[in-house]
């Protein structure tokens, strides 16, 4: 649960959530945001007792997705076009590359896309991306990093995300190595995403960082925790029951849609023996979680618009500021988190399936 102590009534709190109105269609935007967030992340974690594998599937996604903006922020800083494309090999064409982040991507990247830190399974093999025993040193890639930083060559630009540590440090590097093969399932992973929300928040409520310089990381990891949890219901779902399927939601990403495959799941079978007091929670918290699913899925109908500022066709994304009310997110969010964690189970308790 992200939001345990989350006060939605105190004033001061929620002032430090809004959002400002501005601008945001630049890679420059989304390169810098993501690097605040990388940077707020390592330097609480670094004080903290093993912050980062807990974390790992999120803490590695922003740091690939991080260099993807970093590349292609440079692209177009060097007038080259920018493809729809998420692969490194490509990326890099054209670009005089620093050394050290040609190092780099060769410790982070394990797919085309950046999808192994996202997901459990690869659609292509069928299996997890992650075998038991693969572990990825994060010491190693911040120490490349800072140098690359230290070193910054005139034709690319590069922006901190982390602080000068001590790398060789015995509990730095034992607090860094992160065990990808010990995560196990969507479930699994959506913990590691809502943590590292969590962390985040709590800065934030805290005074420590700014909601405008991260906030489009922070939502791009409430949205994929909440596809996540969407999937894990239905894969839970078709487990306990024949009355759906979850055969082929492996590349689906609409909230919209996994939202009404697993409400049509639930419209299907029999609750006239649940007591009135879980029937009616129930519909509450399908009535709510119906509300920030439709604000999401409007502010982000494809897990695209808070991670690229064009669209795939290279358009400037429609997505404004205006319409994030950041607080109504989170406590929409803290509400509904029971349905996604505990229906399935209170379901079969009841004998629904």
């Known amino acids: 649960m992200v939001l345990q102590h989350f006060n939605f009534d105190d004033k001061d709190i929620k002032k430090k959530f ?66 729809n494309i998420h692969d490194f090999t490509e990326l890099v064409k054209g670009l005089e590359t620093p050394p050290q982040l040609l190092k780099i991507i060769k410790l982070v990247d394990f797919d085309p896309d950046g999808s192994s830190y996202r997901y459990y399974l690869n659609n292509d ?30 034709n690319f630009n590069v922006q901190p995300i ?18 990808m093969g010990e995560c196990k399932g ?32 922070l939502m791009f990891m409430l949205r994929h925790s909440l596809e996540l949890a969407l999937k894990f219901c239905i894969i839970e ?62 502010l982000d109908s494809n897990s695209r618009q808070f991670r690229f500022p064009v669209n795939v066709k290279g358009k400037p994304v429609s997505f404004s500021t205006e319409k994030l009310k950041l607080t109504d997110v989170l406590q929409l969010y803290a509400f509904t988190d029971p349905l996604l964690n505990f229906t399935n189970l209170v379901l079969r308790d009841c004998n629904v399936i």
């Open 18 to 83: 809004k959002v400002s109105p501005g601008p945001i269609s630049s890679w420059k935007y989304y390169y810098e945001s993501y690097s605040y967030a990388l940077n707020k992340i390592f330097e609480t974690g670094l004080t903290m007792s093993y912050a980062f594998n807990p974390r790992g599937r999120a803490i590695m996604f922003l740091l690939r997705h991080n260099l993807e903006l970093c590349l292609k922020y440079n692209l177009q800083e060097n007038g080259l076009e920018i493809y």
């Open 125 to 154: 093999t069928g299996g997890p991306f992650f075998d038991d025993g693969i572990t990825i040193n994060v010491a190693r890639i911040l120490e490349l990093h800072n140098l690359m930083v230290s070193n910054q060559e005139e």
């Open 162 to 179: 982390a602080p000068i540590f001590d790398y060789y440090n015995r509990r730095n590097d034992w607090n860094l190595t992160l065990h």
């Open 186 to 217: 969507l479930g699994q992973i959506r913990t590691h995403y809502d943590d590292t929300v969590a962390l985040l928040i709590n800065g934030v409520m805290e005074g420590r960082y700014s909601t405008n310089l991260l906030y489009l990381p």
């Open 237 to 298: 779902a078709s487990i306990m029951s024949p009355l759906i399927s979850a055969d082929d939601i492996g590349n689906e990403h609409s909230l919209s849609r996994l939202f009404r495959i697993y409400t049509e799941f639930l419209k299907k079978l029999d609750t006239s023996t649940l007591q009135d007091d879980v029937a009616t929670k129930l519909e509450e918290y399908l009535d709510q979680y119906g509300k920030l699913n439709g604000i999401i899925h409007e």
